[in-house]
């Protein structure tokens, strides 16, 4: 019971971060997977025990598991690639999972506070370094045609170097709008935005960042 308490406490501690960042697996998700990979692991070693047998054959069908799960959380994402960090940090609860299953309490709280101090720190880094694209939509409404507003979008985005990665158009009460979406770094961003501030078809715009880019 210990193990699997300290399980669902290390679990819980990487969820409660990705919880904050409004990823899709938070606080429940990491939990459950560090448990169940605890008790798997349990099982896997008393079972073998008292009905004979290979003592890690439960327990070695946990990574192939997590790693469909992961998988789940990369196609998820609707707008390509995305997600690999939040599948990289279940295979990794599950992996603390399976050392507090283990009775390697010590490797498990060391592997926990490693974890929560790259997801806090590095990803801080790489955005202050410009080392990370960041995935942003643009939404402009203007009275301009939606021909103008595509022609004022791609000539921006050609100066600036950039590609699209998505674009929806809509109109409304007699004004046109259109969202695009841009990977990258924040410096560019920054430089997207001050493109979209002087164009006289784009200054009546709006940055969403994309919450499950990560």
Known sequence: MARLVLAAVLGGMIGIERQI???PA???TNMFI????AMFTILSNELAGSLGGDHTRIAAQIIPGIGFIGAGSILHAKRGVAGLTTAA??????????ACGGGLYLEATFATAFILLALLVLGSVETQFN?????MT????SEKSSDQLVDAVNEMLEEQGKELRSMHLSAANGKHRIMFTVDATNSEHKALVDCLRRSPDLHNFEAIPDREAE
């Open 26 to 28: 938070g606080l429940r």
């Open 34 to 37: 560090c448990f169940g990979a």
């Open 138 to 141: 643009y939404s402009v409404v």
């Open 89 to 98: 940090t279940m295979f990794v609860v599950a992996s603390i999972g399976m």
């Open 131 to 135: 080392l990370k694209p960041l995935c």
């Open 21 to 23: 960042k409004l990823r």
